[in-house]
């Protein structure tokens, strides 16, 4: 974090404003299954919070920033008084093309904005993840060395953000989507998105996982090509259709 070299006017008034600051209304439901979660679109924080930050004498001022095929945003918290507060950058992976590029840069956003000012634009399903049942294994065929995805908030691997529904499509083992994902966010062969690498992994379907069944599932001639090097590479048709794969297993349970 930066600022200006004097901070008390600018910290007096954001002391005043993050009083007035409520949590946002999760106006937005996405159901995902046996999973379901609400949160608060972007347009609905920034119509809440302008209006408070502006009679505190504070606008909010928010960069898109690319770097090293990443984007993302910063935030600066300006005073009337020339004061100002710095945040971020929040990077993520841009993607495949505009629209992924775009939406990832709509979701820094909204998680730098909800940080700067200290509220809260999602349900907090951390206990129902921990309590859990332990499911029995399955064979998802041989296993295959999946490299490691460490970078906060990519699209891929174990415990990403975001989430949506599938269902079981044709005969090529294809998924469909049963509800309305994130726009710019529809399956097709580019690489799984984050709202769905979220309901993967709280299907319990790990980064590694995916890959050894989407690798099985290829060869055999269950999920539509091509065979997958690493997680990155997953599909999200691949994905979708091994979430669903999940959901059937779980059925007759």
Not at 7 to 28: D, Q, R, V, Y
Not at 121 to 130: P, Q
């Amino acid at each position: 974090m930066q600022s200006s070299e004097s901070t008390k006017n600018i910290s007096e008034a954001l002391s005043i404003a993050l009083a007035a600051l409520e949590n946002p209304p999760k106006s937005e439901k996405v159901n995902a299954g046996r999973v379901s979660y609400s949160f608060a679109p972007l347009p609905d924080i920034l119509d809440q919070v302008r209006p408070i930050l502006g009679t505190s004498g504070l606008a909010l001022v928010m960069e898109a920033v690319t770097e090293d095929g990443k984007v993302g945003a910063t935030a600066r918290l300006m005073h009337n008084s020339g004061e100002w507060i710095e945040c971020g950058p929040l990077m993520l992976p841009a993607g495949e093309g505009a629209q992924s590029a775009g939406s990832a840069i709509t979701y820094a956003r909204r998680y730098l904005l909800c940080a700067v000012l200290n509220i809260a634009a999602d349900e907090d399903d951390d206990g129902a993840k921990a309590s859990k049942k332990t499911k029995p294994k399955e064979d998802w065929g041989k296993k295959v060395e999946a490299p490691k995805v460490s970078e906060p908030g990519d699209n891929q691997g174990e415990g990403r953000t975001g989430s949506e529904s599938t269902s079981p499509g044709g005969d090529d083992g294809e998924a469909t989507v049963t509800s309305s994902p994130p726009p710019g966010d529809e399956l097709d062969d580019t690489p799984a998105p984050s709202w769905l690498w979220k309901e993967a992994t709280s299907s319990g379907l790990t980064g590694a996982r995916a890959l050894r069944a989407a690798v099985a599932g290829v060869k055999q001639g269950t999920l539509p090509g091509p065979e997958p090097t690493s997680q990155s590479a997953i599909t999200g048709r691949q994905l979708g259709a091994l979430i669903t794969k999940m959901g059937a297993a779980d059925a007759t349970e």
